[in-house]
């Protein structure tokens, strides 16, 4: 499949989980909608393993952090935005795999009000089976968090009534970086 196609397909089920899928975004992008998104004074927290470049950080300023790992789930609870570094996008579901190896990174993508997942170009594959051996490395040791996240935190468990955002972010971003 052309890469064209995997990316409509990847946007095209992303959005159906209502998950928004912005495509070749630049660094300087990303922190413009990080900011967006926070408000006028929201923080924004960007996970310890993500690896952003210094002029994200740089153009975010004072209202960003990465958290410690001491303190990470007090640090970043109700954060307004968290940036993450997906390390797989799935076309067929629309879904990014989120593999955190400390608490810091597991606390910005799970207690953030809003998620922004980055995903690198060669990251986007087209099925579940590319999550095999990400999942089951050859060292046997398995990651310490794993999440396939697929749009927004949903959950009918109160009362059979549908809740966003009890369990996890309540609006998911994916970027797709150049």
């Keep these: 499949m052309a890469m064209s196609a995997l990316i409509d397909r990847f946007a095209r089920e992303a959005e159906r989980s209502d998950a928004r899928v912005h495509r ?43 958290p410690a790992e001491a303190g ?3 640090a970043t609870a109700d954060v307004a935005v968290g940036i993450v570094r997906a390390r797989v996008a799935v076309a067929e579901t629309g879904s990014v795999l989120l593999v955190e190896e400390t608490l810091a990174d597991r606390a910005v993508s799970m207690l953030s009000r809003t998620l922004i997942a980055l995903v690198a170009p060669g990251d986007l594959h087209p099925d579940l089976f590319a999550l095999r051996a990400l999942l089951a490395p050859a060292s046997g040791r398995a990651p310490a968090y794993a999440a396939l996240v697929t749009g927004p935190s949903r959950t009918a468990d109160i009362e059979r009534s549908l809740t966003i955002g009890v369990q996890g972010p309540s609006a998911v971003h994916v970027v797709l970086l150049r």
């Design 24 to 66: 070749d975004l630049a660094w300087a992008q990303i922190a413009t909608l990080a900011l967006e998104l926070a408000g006028e004074a929201g923080r924004i927290a960007v996970a310890p393993a993500a690896t952003v470049p210094a002029e994200l950080l740089e153009r975010l300023g004072a209202r960003a952090f990465i």
């Design 72 to 74: 990470a789930a007090s």
